[in-house]
């Protein structure tokens, strides 16, 4: 069967996939079919529906938290670079710097950062290590700071992976507070992790050392329980909460 008439997956599978893997990517750094996001919500009087959940062919993780490429795969009846602008859009929805599309017989790989674009072969798709280079030099990110952005999240083998809005918003704050940055807000609607979101953010300044002692602010005491005895368990004997206003200086998560 010649390669017109493979389909879109049948692409994947034989040409993109192993040439991906070829270039030193592991399973783990591999991400296909991966959710950007669930779908619009289109209300209609006292109904909804939602709209059909946005996808993309590949996300590559340079490590589980820093997610460095989309790849965009077509059937070989569509051109080499068809699926830039669909790609383009869910880099630009995930923050990721670079961007590749491909229809089995090459590459096109359009970086983000500045701009430029070119074609590569299969045969010269690249390494992590050397697009994580290119990120680190694009974005001037020096070595302390890369130390930091680099620390991983704090996960369990039954842990769920932060939604991609999560992903963003603790990227973000710890890559402001690494360039001096001394003030950040995030607005995040009901339901969409606020507290998680901060626990991950505080987990990695504090597990890099950048950040010694911290304050959790909240304005209920159910919240500081809640909080005390679920998302911020894993800090253990390094946290307390203030009562009475008394302050423990033993301590480093207050």
């Known amino acids: 069967m010649g390669k017109k008439q493979l389909t879109e997956q049948e692409i994947r599978t034989q040409y993109i996939t192993p040439s991906i893997k070829d270039a030193g990517w592991t399973v783990t750094q591999i991400r296909?079919?991966?959710?950007?996001?669930?779908?619009r919500i289109i209300a209609r009087g006292v109904a909804y529906k939602r709209d059909k959940a946005k996808y993309a062919d590949y996300v590559l993780f340079y490590k589980p938290h820093i997610?460095?490429?989309?790849?965009?795969?077509?059937?070989?009846n569509h051109a080499i670079?068809?699926?830039?602008q669909q790609a383009m859009d869910y880099a630009q929805r995930m923050?990721?710097?670079?961007?590749?599309?491909?229809?089995?017989?090459?590459?096109?790989f359009r970086n983000r950062i500045d701009s430029s674009e070119k074609g590569i072969s299969l045969t010269d798709f690249p390494a992590p290590e050397?697009?994580?280079?290119?990120?680190?030099?694009n974005a001037r990110i020096d070595n302390q700071q890369e130390m930091v952005i680099t620390q991983p999240f704090y996960s369990e083998p039954e842990d769920k992976?932060?939604?991609?809005?999560?992903?963003n918003a603790i990227n973000l704050t710890v890559d402001a507070v690494m360039r001096g940055q001394n003030r950040v807000l995030l607005v995040m609607a009901t339901g969409t992790g606020k507290t998680y979101t901060a626990f991950q953010i505080i987990w990695r300044l504090w597990k890099a050392g950048v950040?010694?002692?911290?304050?959790?602010?909240?304005?209920?005491?159910?919240?500081?329980?809640?909080?005390?005895?679920?998302?911020?368990?894993?800090?253990?004997?390094?946290?307390?909460?203030?009562?009475?206003?008394?302050?423990?200086?033993?301590?480093e998560i207050y």
Do not use: C
């Open 211 to 251: 950040k010694h002692r911290i304050l959790f602010l909240v304005d209920r005491n159910a919240l500081i329980d809640q909080t005390y005895v679920n998302d911020f368990a894993p800090f253990k004997d390094k946290m307390t909460i203030i009562r009475n206003r008394k302050i423990d200086k033993s301590y």
């Open 161 to 167: 992976a932060p939604r991609s809005s999560q992903l």
């Open 130 to 137: 050397l697009l994580w280079h290119m990120y680190k030099q």
């Open 67 to 76: 997610p460095l490429a989309v790849v965009e795969a077509k059937d070989n």
């Open 32 to 39: 296909e079919e991966y959710a950007i996001t669930k779908g």
């Open 81 to 84: 670079g068809e699926g830039m």
């Open 95 to 108: 923050m990721i710097p670079f961007v590749f599309t491909s229809n089995g017989d090459g590459f096109v």
